[in-house]
């Protein structure tokens, strides 16, 4: 994982920004000598320590980022990524509600589009705010993080620190929406409830065995991540979520399958009747794939964008080609790129991959994950 420390001197941002204007410059068309800019940016940096993208600039590094982002399949729709400047925004609740609206947008009755919102970057004399939850939509987990009885055991610690802050809780299901976790510049951080509106949630059901729907099984639509810092030429973006849209594996593979969240294979496997005794029956194997099928089933019936893995992993490397035509090298974190089912059957498997870095990138700034788990929140 990354992490990185979140001040730079002045060099530093200076190093950053003259690398990403000759960058823009470059990959724009029409954006000409960067000669004047770089003259320009250099003595803002002088006289403020720091300075201002152009929204241009903004829309390119943000597409940029993506196109950087080792741990992604779905780079091949970078330059689609839609950009929502908001960066006048710096308190708690306007940055929520305008988190809310980046929901309803991308959401777009279910034809997910790729989206970021990018808010006040940090500045020398002020730090940028910042979104504590991991993702805009969250479930609670209820309980012990050892011992969740109800919901997503991720989010138990998140959950309870919520509770002892005056959160009532939702109505104990194993799908309430958790609240989010906003910090303000000049403000301590502050939870607002999630408008059901701004959330589509798809019912998950098997194709074949209708039985599933008495679960009540179901999850958000649109992953959109909002712990991450956007850094672009230097200058840093602590709040910034962006999403594009599921592969049926994060939430079949992972999701709804790890033993820490909501640990369905049992649960999938009891259905089909499978002997669970001994691992070397592969009970394990023939439920994540029922379960993943039944993501990937309902999502479809429910007319919501979601990728496979096996589309997904030819597409990365259609995306790798295309970079390397232009000249550009794709770096990529085998681990990450590689899926969680199936692994040897797709064609990302069988290659090796830089995990390189970049600086224009989303990134995890030190403490990131502490937030997310509401550590210190009260």
């Known amino acids: 994982m990354e992490i990185l420390q979140q001040r730079s001197t002045t060099a530093q941002v200076w190093e950053a920004a003259e690398e ?15 000669r004047a800019r770089l003259a320009a940016v250099r003595a803002e940096l002088a006289e403020t320590g720091t300075y201002r993208h152009s929204p241009e600039e903004l829309v390119h590094g943000a597409r940029v980022a993506w196109r950087n982002s080792n741990r992604c399949i779905g780079r091949l729709y970078w330059n689609s990524l839609r950009v929502r400047d908001r960066r006048e925004l710096t308190e708690g609740a306007e940055i929520a509600d305008a988190c809310f609206g980046h929901l309803r947008e991308a ?32 479930y609670a987990g209820y309980g012990d993080h050892h011992s969740v009885t109800v919901g ?20 104990g299901t194993p799908f309430d929406l958790l609240p989010l976790v906003v910090q303000g510049v000049d403000d301590k951080p502050r939870w607002f409830d999630t408008p059901a509106d701004a959330v589509l949630e798809v019912p998950i059901g098997h194709p074949e ?15 959109a991540i909002s712990n991450m810092c956007l850094e672009i030429g230097g200058i840093h973006y602590p709040a910034a979520p962006f999403n594009g849209w599921y592969m049926g594996t994060e939430i ?24 669970t005794s ?3 029956s592969l009970w394990k194997d023939r439920a994540l794939v029922e379960l993943n099928r039944a993501v990937l089933h309902s999502f479809d019936r429910a007319g919501v964008t979601i990728a496979d893995h096996h589309s997904e992993s030819r597409r990365f490397l259609s995306h790798m080609a295309r970079e390397e035509r232009k000249g550009r090298e794709v770096g ?8 969680p089912i199936s692994g040897a059957a797709t064609p990302v498997f069988h290659r090796t991959y830089e995990d390189r870095r970049s600086n224009t990138a989303y990134v995890h700034h030190s403490g990131a994950q502490d937030r997310a788990q509401g550590r210190d929140l009260v």
């Open 20 to 34: 990403f204007i000759r960058l823009f410059h470059r990959e724009n068309q029409g954006a000409g000598d960067p």
């Open 107 to 138: 959401t777009n009755g279910g034809r997910i589009r790729p989206t970021i919102t990018v808010f006040a970057p940090a500045a020398p004399d002020r730090p940028g705010p910042l979104i504590w939850s991991e993702q805009l939509v969250r």
């Open 152 to 171: 997503d055991a991720r989010n138990a610690p998140l959950t309870e620190a919520l509770l002892r802050l005056g959160w009532t809780g939702g109505a």
């Open 209 to 223: 065995d209708e039985g599933w729907a008495d679960w009540g099984l179901r999850w958000h639509a649109v992953p």
């Open 252 to 275: 079949g593979a992972r999701n709804l399958a790890d033993t820490d969240r909501y640990n369905l294979l049992p649960a999938v496997a009891r259905r089909l009747g499978l002997d």
């Open 278 to 280: 001994s691992d070397r």
């Open 332 to 339: 990529a974190d085998w681990s990450w790129i590689v899926p």
